[in-house]
């Protein structure tokens, strides 16, 4: 990738404080008194409930008032209701959001109808406790925006809590942050400092896809920071055609978050290549191939993950139907790599659904 030409640009530097490293879940307690939160409801899944105990025992000085593990892909409106209603009745002053990206849009939804902060404590790499992006989902329909007011007020990375993520499962959510990475490299308002730490994280999470599974081997720990470094290029750019088509067939079709990016991936970096080849040459430095999209369907297929939406459950009729919502959300944030036809979104979107094997 050539950085050699500098035009001017703006930058918004690290806006969400940051602890990072095995055993941090343990600081929690000191954490929330550092950011005034004393009456805590828990914000997670069935999945997050399991590791709750991990965490209760270091904020029982601070009170545990309340735990909703409810937490849904998509963040539809029903979950923020039922969420509120217990904060709300517990008198809880702040959250912890325990979980993936399902418990941190949860936390986001709050804090920006109800302005209840919260720490973030992720289990996946969703990288979305980064930013200042929030989405729901009331029906069919996903709104999504950016609102300082939703950052978490302070992010602890744990690789422990990660290390049991199911292989397959990692690799989907780490595929899904490097769709942050690759979308960073060519936004229009991109710039040499997010290309920079778009290449650490891309070479963070290439890193950590191929010690997965590897014995004795602590994947989690790069995985983490690439997921970190990820979330900060996805804040601190504009989203381009990924991820309006994975919103619009979340919003639509309620399809499962961390597998539609990661199945998605590769066709979206395949049809941007044809305008720009800077997401496809960022990852393909990672992954030391000049196909890294195929490189991620061959990873993906060999851990037992999904690379088709038809495997998901998917209508092939309904997916190439989301395609004038994703040109709806793209008309919205104009910039590199968006002056696509419909029928070049339907391509990909049937490309998806069927898994065809990428050439980029």
């Known amino acids: 990738m050539n950085d050699d030409t500098v035009t001017g640009f703006s930058f918004r530097g690290l806006q969400t404080p940051v602890t ?30 399991g590791v709750f105990s991990n965490v209760q025992r270091s904020v029982d000085l601070h009170g545990v008032v309340g735990v909703f593990d409810g937490s849904r892909e998509h963040v539809p409106v029903e979950a923020v209701a039922e969420a509120w209603s217990i904060a709300e009745r517990s008198g809880a002053d702040g959250a912890i959001a325990l979980g993936g990206g399902s418990s941190v849009g949860l936390a986001k939804a709050l804090a920006r109808r109800h302005n209840l902060p919260y720490v973030a404590v992720p289990t996946t790499l969703a990288g979305s406790e980064m930013t200042s992006i929030w989405g729901e989902t009331d029906g069919q329909r996903k709104a999504t925006g950016r609102d300082a007011e939703v950052r978490a007020r302070e992010v602890v990375y744990d690789p422990d809590l990660v290390d049991d993520l199911p292989v397959s499962l990692a690799a989907q959510s780490a595929v899904n942050a490097l769709a942050h990475v690759a979308e960073s490299a060519y936004a229009p308002d991109s710039s040499p400092v997010v290309r920079a730490v778009a290449r650490e994280a891309a070479h963070s999470l290439a890193a950590g896809l191929r010690s997965l599974g590897e014995a004795n081997v602590r994947a989690s720990d790069p995985l983490l920071v690439g997921a970190m470094l990820a979330g900060m290029c996805l804040d601190a750019t504009t989203m381009g055609l990924h991820h309006a088509v994975c919103h619009a067939l979340g919003g639509s079709l309620s399809l499962p978050h961390a597998a539609t990016h990661s199945i998605v991936l590769p066709h979206s970096l395949a049809l941007t290549c044809t305008i720009t080849p800077l997401g496809v040459e960022l990852l393909g430095q990672a992954f030391d191939t000049r196909m890294p999209g195929q490189r991620l369907q061959s990873i993906l297929a060999g851990v037992g993950a999904p690379i088709s939406l038809e495997s998901l459950g998917a209508a092939r009729d309904d997916v190439v139907g989301v395609a004038p919502d994703v040109l709806r959300r793209m008309s919205e944030h104009p910039g590199a790599a968006s002056n696509f036809s419909q029928a070049q979104v339907e391509g990909l979107l049937f490309d998806a659904w069927k898994g065809v094997r990428v050439d980029a």
């Open 20 to 49: 990072f490293g095995r055993g941090s879940v343990g600081r929690i307690g000191e954490i929330l008194a550092r950011v005034g939160i004393e009456r805590v409801v828990v914000l997670t899944t069935s999945r997050g409930a």
